[in-house]
């Protein structure tokens, strides 16, 4: 036929290298961003900072591009995935998708699988966003449709374009021409056309809207003229007979034009004029045959972007059921790129979109395409050397299922599913803004189009199912318009305006989501915006106008509807929900003057608002955000918090707010009334720059109780740390509670506290006031904190006259207060000195003190009339000595005074400064509060560096000549210390003990490991005779943990340490070693021995007792008995096993003999359980005849008391038939497994490999390559399919048995495996897989009988152990192969066991350690092929 293209010159065409590109160089992207960059595009230049990455994958060149059908006709692997080939490859990065949550209602295909991955559901986005869409019916079109139904016989609609003018074609093959004001301006073609065309499927409209394109259900094209109404072209040739026109669509260029038929083929049209006759000429870009395309969109670019560098390409977006492909049609046919949808449902349709948006500063066409649920983003680029990059974004999941997508802005997406439901989408956060239904539409579908019945439906299956939802020719968008044709109407939807948006909310009562709407669009925060222009500040002053008469509206409502009657509670809740929105609104806002003018007065009218409001206030206060306020707010503040009681909280007001302006003397009588200190001291200093008169107020307070001695209250307490604490504010220059004293005020305010610190006398003081009566309050008060005050002081004085004058008066005053006076404490004395001797041992001191002073705190320490607070009075007389107090005293006075008061920890401070470190031992040992303190001390001296060597020795002298003392106070510690520094005179150390009590705690400590002493045995060599005496006196303390203790004990001979065990008569003991020894019968006769004893002593007390030791001896006895023979039976012969055996069966059936039938024994039954308790454990190890004939040779039983024995004999045959059974039941088992899994391993190995793809997974070029190349293609049974050259260049090669074996690339490099394991088994499935290598030739095609399958190897070779993973894999849980194998395993460690090469070699770990271990008794199950 005509209309088919030249397939050779198709393929010449996309092969060729034209030039025409480089004649584009001066015509790159920046010169043209010039022309357009001031351009207003939807605003989008302003998100400099675009959340998107930019970084592009250029599709890798290659020799011979693939045509549009191969592409399309490639197979694709349904059951996977899309995964890039390899990273290193493709320059892309790959974004995590951010799915997003909103509610809807299901979708209609609620119970498939993909539902079970679908997101949880949140409240609507109404009070976040508003209302966002407005939607419309067009009245007069929707009329005019009807009636020109009824009329004319136009028949139903069928198909909408919108450009300037509406057009919509209906079912009858007319096409109806509206304007912008709905008026029916042409009705082109006629009902008799109609009938011979079919319904008009598809039309379009061109740029300058002076053509329309329709296409016919039976396949017909024709051109209109919308100025004249005429008919300028009828096309019946352009494209195959007997397919429907499902697209047909103009590009920028009006000679150029699409069109997709019903047969998945994709044509380009190109009109012209030659002599006045109008001609088309068709080229198929793509022919369905071979895979078939049912969407198409070319790039349409806006009247300012007419110069962008990408439309000289006229790029072209088409859809397949399998993947979408993005091609130029200028200047020649190429293919730009290809991307494949993945898993997806059959019935979903593929939708394509394009639209201009601004991504860093550059405008650039985005391609939005989706099949599903997910949308992916694909932004296009031209460089300067002419090539397009294509960048992926970040892809968009929801969790229903789309049949249409509409750009309405670059920020703005409208999507439509499957159940019509609208959804309305923020691009860049993918947040949901709206949602609507829009079922009243009655929405139109293509279905009979896609499924071509006016021609017979001569379509496939799978695109017929993709028509049951398809309305690509329902809906049409044109300048931020989207237009729905229903069935009777056409509907028009588009953004609100941001005052529309505000006003919608208004209208339905929702003020507070009106004014948190208005705040994000005053912050800039709000999504699909309209209608805001300007710089930022003009636009917040536009917003924030509207929001001010939002909030009088908020405030009078709130008055209005307020309650008035009913309990004063439902009031104060009314105002608590509705009064903070305005307070914040207005702070937000910063209009502290509507606040506090015009809104107050508002809510003053209603006492509960007021109330309400002056608390609102509260916490911007406390956190400084309000200052400003009027000082009649301040007033009321404060009067409403005080008539509620709230006065910690006017405290916490009041230092937070500037009261310069309310009456000071007023607040500080309300506060010194409620004991607000904080708030008085702030106003104090703050209204009237007063420092001294809060200390006297406070001084006044706590003085005299201080001086009766009496305990002062919690009040009184809060006041005197409140009196400290403010004075070291000012001291330091910082203001109370909070802040900073002016500069120009620290050095005043520092003389004013010293000078009322000092003072002789109080202001009205008594005469029997003593002197300096601040400072002794504060002395008495807290001696230590007051010390640190002035410490602190000390710190920050500069070394001026006045300065260290202030110092020495400071210290001679407290030594005059705290010496001369007896009423203060040794710990407040001495934190006095310690406070001084750390001042003296400053290197700048300039301060003074007697040293006869420090001499009489010496005394008055150590030599106290009484001995109480002897801790107290140590403690506080190392403080001294450790803050430098040392130099001020005579050391050997000190030390005897020391001594001979017990402080122990100044003798051993002084030693310490004398290096006579073992001295400090008996320190230590005299002190009992620190006496176990002394291991420590002596290990540290002997193994840290730093002392010499004769220190060390004279303490480890000290330490030897005290190791009685130190064994008796703790052994274990003792022990320790001796392995670790004295293991050379252990045996010293032992002839010092000479208390044999002693002697074994520390033995024992020393030799028994469980003890928890970390000696190292094996370098400690200790001699056997130290381990023989520890034995023997462990016979005599402890002899029930004898054996026990032998089992870890090493170090011991087994002849003396018997000898020892016989001496005490511990007869299981000795049994034990005699075993140990290797004289197994000596040991069975002693414990043999033991038994028939206590078995006559049973015998000898007959029925008169009913005490059950006897009896538990017996048995105990019998077990450690039946044991031993349990464990030497194995390694003896016969004989030797009945030499052991049927002497205890003699010994347990003896007493039975003496007992008569006619006055049994009262312990019979429980002798004759124990006696079958023996029967039962030899027969393990004696044969059964041999039993019986024994039992029945006995002159007892065979007199034919065989009743007796009965229970005997048929107990062991019960047990020999159970372990018959078993033996029997698990022979059938390994048999049925064995068989059923060779079948299987046979079958998986003998699989033939079935390629996923005809090209390399490293390359991604076909394995028909290169022609001069001699390269072999490499199949894995995972699928993938390589070169071996690109194999070898990605070292995929593996050593096993000394032979090479490949490895897939893509499935190790998936698990980031740098490098195989010894054993290949242990790796994922697939990294060494079953391969099949062929020879590559260039005629060499997919189906080439030269692929040829790798020869199998004698032992398990990769394929193999792959196959045989596989098979272990069909198991839920370990099998019973593996069971047996690891039992069999376990009884004899020398045999192999089978499928070796499935074990993990000496890490294998076994198959009852999982966690998840169970046992199956189901068949085995089915493999799947």
Partial sequence: MENEPDQENLEQNLCARTTEEELNKSFSLEASLSKFSCIDLDKELEFKNDLIDDKEFDIPQVDTPPTLESILNETDDEDESFVLEDPTLLNIDTIDSHSYDTSSVASS?????????????????????????????????????????????????????????????????????FDQNQALRLCLGSTSVGGQYGAISALSINNDCSRLLCGFAKGQITMWDLASGKLLRSISDAHPPGTA??????????????????????????????????????????????????????????????????????LLAMASLTKILVIGLKPSLKVWMTFPYGRMDPSSVPLLAWHFVAVNNCVNPMLAFCRGDVVHFLLVKRDESGAIHVTKQKHLHLYYDLINFTWINSRTVVLLDSVEKLHVIDRQTQEELETMEISEVQLVYNSSHFKSLATGGNVSQALALVGEKACYQSISSYGGQIFYLGTKSVYVMMLRSWRERMDHLLKQDCLTEALALAWSFHEGKAKAVVGLSGDVSKRKAVVADRMVEILFHYADRALKKCPEQGKIQVMEQHFQDTVPVIVDYCLLLQRRDLLFSQMYDKLSENSVAKGVFLECLEPYILSDKLVGITPQVMKDLIVHFQDKKLMDSVEALIVHMDITSLDIQQVVLMCWENRLYDAMIYVYNRGMNEFISPMEKLFKVIAPPL??????????????????????????????????????????????????????????????????????????????????????????????????????????????????????????????????????????????????????????????????????????????LQAGGVVQFEESR??????????????????????????????????????????????????????????????????????????????????????????????????????????????????????????????????????????????????????????????????ETIQITQKYQLHEVTAYLLEKKGDVHGAFLLLLERLQSRLQEITRQGGNTTEAFPLKAVEDTMVETIALCQRNSQNLNQQQREALWFPLLEAMMAPQKLSSSAAPHRHCEALKSLTMQVLNSMATFIALPSILQRILQDPIYGKGKLGEIQGLILGMLDTFNYEQTLLETTTSLLNQDLHWSLCNLRASVSRGLNPKQDYCSICLQQYKRRQEMADEIIVFSCGHLYHSFCLQSKECTVEIEGQTRWICYKCSSSSKAGKLSENPSEDKKGRVTSQAKAPLSYHQTKGDPSVRKANSEPALDPQQIQAFEQLCRLYRGSSRLALLTELSQNRSGDSCRPFAGSQSGPAFNSVFQNENFQLQLAPPPVAED
């Fill in 109 to 177: 295909d609620s119970g498939d699988r993909a539902n079970l991955k679908r997101k949880k559901k949140l409240p609507d986005a109404f009070s976040l966003h508003g209302s966002v869409m407005r939607h419309s019916l067009l009245k007069g079109i929707s009329a005019q449709i009807v009636s020109a139904a009824d009329k004319v016989d136009a028949g139903l609609p069928t198909a909408i374009a919108v450009s300037s003018l509406i057009a919509v074609g209906t079912s009858h093959g007319l096409a109806l021409i």
């Fill in 245 to 314: 026109i499902l697209h047909i669509k103009f590009t920028d260029d009006p000679t150029l034009a699409i069109c997709n038929d019903s047969g998945g083929s994709v044509f380009e049209l190109t009109f012209k004029r030659v002599m006045g006759v109008r001609t088309c000429e068709s080229r198929c870009l793509f022919s369905g045959s071979k895979g078939e395309v049912c969407c198409i969109e070319p790039l349409h670019s806006k009247p300012e972007l007419k110069d962008h560098p990408i439309t000289q390409f006229s």
């Fill in 894 to 1055: 000190l030390i005897r005074m020391a001594e001979k008061a017990e402080f122990y920890q100044i003798c051993e401070f002084m030693y310490e400064r004398a290096h006579q470190y073992d001295k400090i031992i008996d320190c230590y040992l005299h002190d009992p509060l620190r006496e176990e303190d002394v291991f420590n001390y002596i290990h540290n001296i002997l193994s840290i560096p730093g002392h010499s060597a004769e220190e060390k020795q004279s303490v480890w002298q000290k330490a030897m000549d005290h190791m009685e003392e130190l064994v008796s106070l703790k052994p274990c510690k003792a022990a320790e210390l001796v392995a670790t520094h004295f293991s050379g005179q252990i045996e010293v150390v032992i002839g010092q003990l000479q208390n044999q009590v002693l002697l074994f705690k520390f033995l024992r400590s020393l030799l028994d490991p469980r003890e928890g002493v970390h000696v190292n045995q094996e370098l400690l060599q200790i001699p056997p005779s130290v381990t023989e005496q520890f034995i023997e006196l462990l016979c005599q303390f402890s002899p029930d943990q004898v054996i026990e203790t032998l089992q870890v004990l090493e170090c011991y001979r087994l002849e």
């Fill in 707 to 880: 001086n009766a001695g009496k305990t002062l209250t919690d009040e009184q307490v809060v006041m005197g740390n409140k009196l400290l604490v403010y004075i070291s504010c000012c001291l330091a220059g910082r203001a109370y509670p909070l802040g900073d004293i002016p500069e120009d005020l620290v050095p005043l305010v520092k003389n004013q506290v010293f000078e009322f610190l000092i003072r002789l006398h109080s202001v009205e003081a008594s005469s029997e006031e003593e002197v300096y009566p601040y400072v002794r309050t504060l002395l008495h008060f807290d001696t230590r904190e007051f010390l640190n005050v002035l410490a602190l002081t000390f710190e920050d004085f500069k070394n001026d006259k006045q300065a260290v004058e202030y110092q020495q008066r400071i210290v001679d005053i407290l030594l005059k207060v705290m010496v001369e006076n007896s009423d203060f404490t040794p710990s407040q004395v001495g934190c006095l000195f310690t406070f001084l001797a750390r001042q003296l041992a400053k290197p700048d001191n300039t301060l003074f003190v007697n040293r006869t002073l420090f001499d009489q705190v010496l005394e008055f320490l150590c030599s106290p009339d009484d001995d109480s607070r002897h801790s107290e009075r140590q403690q506080v007389l190392l403080e001294l």
